[in-house]
């Protein structure tokens, strides 16, 4: 492991949800912690090592964030059609090896990506653990599996079903089977089931389910025998209790669960990615809940309010997520917002909601969760040095201007910020005019409307 290579010393907050240790010391030695206790038990041998110390007062030393629900491949689209039909498979992947690098620089040292387009999240995920280019771990889920009814089925019937869309088109129980096998040998960590519409998709998203429970319970035996995890879109009440009562790891969304759902979910054990910021922000971008067209959002956000917060009261573990890569949550800044929202609204205290984002989303990681989300020697030394209490101001873990210092595998993350960039124009919608330019005869001139 070669010599100590740093000593920090701070407010330890280990990612569990014991106390914080007030005056506390960590010690990293190549790509590991190799201690951590009260800095006044510190054995001498570290101190007389030749270990860089850091030392900086009202300092928190805290384990990299884990981020429960990113898309790495989806370069900050801004609809479905961006996503699907514009920019090269080619152009994407670069796009999303630039994009890790930000992710990283928020001090997020693990991510789930909850469905790519292409096999982008699985080449993005060994090209950083290669060594190639800086990024957080990742575990990946392929693309996702939806019917026509799911969320990523959604261009016209008369269309081909496109093959950049982040989803695939499954038509029979037999597919469904051959699909988890295929995305198995294509290196996914986890299956993926549009289990329901979604509010920026179709308005009638929030009820009812996309397959039935016997599929749902193809697919999680299908998972599990090949030893991938199992996780599901679904937001409505249905397609949250019967992905639940077929044994799910993971769900996401989960806005309309009910008690049978919280129920299900505790005797299955399965643990609940809410991901709210992509809607919070969507509302929030476009004049709040006043704007008559975030209904639907404020709805659902309000219903997953209160009913996650029930979910949450009764045992059922929630994970943060971020959803970035859409255009209302770019990488980098936003995937500590939903820590935020567990202690504004869902009632967990900051240290919850810290553990959540930490240790707890390591339920998420079959490959490297033993690994990761905890400071304790044995763990790697993914850590992150923040300037103030995070237990007393959870948003601190959304300015990583206030992070010293981000390590990830012992080694500090270059904080440079990526070069700017010009968005090429086959990435965009070909839109002539965001509006239609109307003629009005009073003015005499065109008048630009939306
Ligand atoms: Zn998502």
């Not at 920026?200 to 193809?218: C, K, N, Q, V």
């Not at 989303?361 to 790697?380: D, I, P, S």
């Not at 500090?412 to 070909?430: I, L, N, S």
Request: charged share 25%; proline share 6%.
């Amino acid at each position: 492991m070669g010599e100590p290579a740093y000593i920090l010393k701070g407010q330890v907050i280990d990612g569990t949800l014991d106390a914080p240790i007030a005056r506390g010391a960590v010690v990293t030695q190549g790509e590991e912690i190799a201690w951590v206790g009260e800095e006044a038990a510190l054995p001498p041998s570290y101190a007389r090592s030749g270990a860089q110390v850091i030392d900086l007062p009202g300092r928190s030393i805290l384990p990299g964030l884990v981020d429960g629900h990113i898309h790495i491949s989806f370069g900050e689209a801004r609809s479905e059609e961006e996503l699907a039909l514009y920019t090269p498979v080619e152009f994407r992947t670069l796009k999303a090896v630039w994009n890790a690098k930000k992710v990283l620089q928020a001090g997020v040292t693990s991510a789930f990506d909850a469905a790519t387009t292409f096999n982008i999240a699985q080449s993005v995920r060994d090209a950083i653990d290669s060594g190639m280019f800086e990024g957080p771990r990742l575990a990946v889920s392929g693309r996702q599996l939806t019917s026509h009814q799911g969320l990523e089925d959604s261009f016209p019937n008369w269309m081909e079903f496109p093959p950049g869309q982040a989803g695939v088109l499954i038509r029979s129980r037999d597919e469904l089977v051959e699909q988890i096998r295929y995305q198995v040998k294509d290196g996914v960590d986890a299956i993926k089931v549009s289990g329901s519409n979604d509010s920026f998709i179709t308005p009638d998203s929030l009820d009812g389910s996309a397959f039935t429970y016997d599929e749902y319970r193809i697919v999680a035996d299908e998972a599990h025998r090949l030893g991938r995890m199992c996780t599901v879109h679904a937001r409505s009440r249905d397609a949250v209790a019967d992905a639940a009562r077929a044994g799910f790891d993971v769900i996401f969304h989960a806005s309309f669960i009910d008690d049978e759902g919280i129920d299900l979910c505790l005797r299955n054990g399965c643990v609940i990615v809410p991901t709210l910021p992509l809607l919070v922000n969507a509302i929030e971008a476009t004049g709040g809940s006043a704007n008559p067209a975030n209904a639907g959002f404020q709805r659902e956000v309000d219903a997953a309010l209160t009913n996650l917060g029930r979910a949450s009261r009764a045992g059922v573990p929630l994970v943060p997520g971020s959803e970035s890569g859409w255009s209302p949550v770019p990488y980098g800044q936003w995937h500590a917002r939903e820590m935020q929202i567990f202690v504004d609204d869902l009632g967990l205290s900051p240290g919850q909601a810290l553990h959540a984002g930490t240790l707890g989303a390591t339920r998420l990681f079959r490959r490297f969760g033993g690994r990761v989300g905890k400071l304790e020697a044995g763990r790697y030394a993914d850590i992150i040095v923040v300037d103030g209490d995070p237990l007393a101001d959870i948003g601190l873990l959304q300015k990583p201007s206030r992070f010293d210092l981000i390590l990830k595998a012992g080694r500090p993350v270059d904080r440079t910020p990526p070069a700017p960039r010009r968005p090429m124009h086959y990435e965009r919608h070909k839109m002539f005019l965001n509006g239609i330019f109307h003629y009005d005869q009073e003015a005499g001139r065109g008048v630009l409307r939306r």
